[in-house]
């Protein structure tokens, strides 16, 4: 699977979360739906990029919320076919993309804290800026894509994602 991005992202952003980006198990996520019309990795990327933006706007640290942001729904399974354990999938999911974050990136005990609190009120409290902007972003960008809006990544081609 490859990943083609426009242009006009910043390469600010592309530089703090390449390693992701090009990670094949991480691409693996466009395979799932999410949201109804989009895919886990579109919707990732979204709440990448407007955390990222939204850190830089406010001083906070941008790359610490671009990464979470990116890898805070990193889970490879379809949860309508069964979850790894018997909790409901709002707070399964937060700690099985923390665990497979921690195993294939190098994420900060920050980036790890914004994914496992990003499911907030239904997970624990965040605890730092860029856990609350994850937070944020991620209610903005599922609303939107659930009434199919284009936002952030997402508008006008700026990614595409082909099969290799």
């Known amino acids: 699977m490859d990943i083609t991005l426009s242009e006009d992202i910043d390469p600010e952003y592309l530089e703090d979360v390449s390693d992701i980006l090009t990670n094949r198990e991480f691409l693996a996520l466009n395979c799932f739906k999410h949201h109804y019309a989009t895919t886990r990795l579109m919707h990732s990327m979204n709440v990448s990029y407007i955390s990222w933006l939204l850190a830089k706007k406010l001083g906070c640290d941008a790359k610490a919320a671009a990464r979470a942001g990116l890898l805070h729904d990193f889970f490879l399974y379809d949860p309508k076919q069964g979850r790894p354990s018997r909790e409901l999938q709002a707070f399964c999911h937060p700690k099985v993309a923390a665990a497979n974050s921690k195993a294939t990136f190098d994420i900060t005990e920050k980036e790890k804290e914004a994914i496992l609190s990003h499911m907030f009120p239904l997970g624990p409290l965040p605890k730092t800026q860029e856990a609350w902007i994850i937070t944020g ?28």
């Open 137 to 164: 972003a991620d209610k903005l960008c599922a609303c939107v894509e659930v009434f199919h809006i284009g936002i952030a990544l997402t508008r006008s081609g700026r990614v595409v994602v082909s099969a290799a």
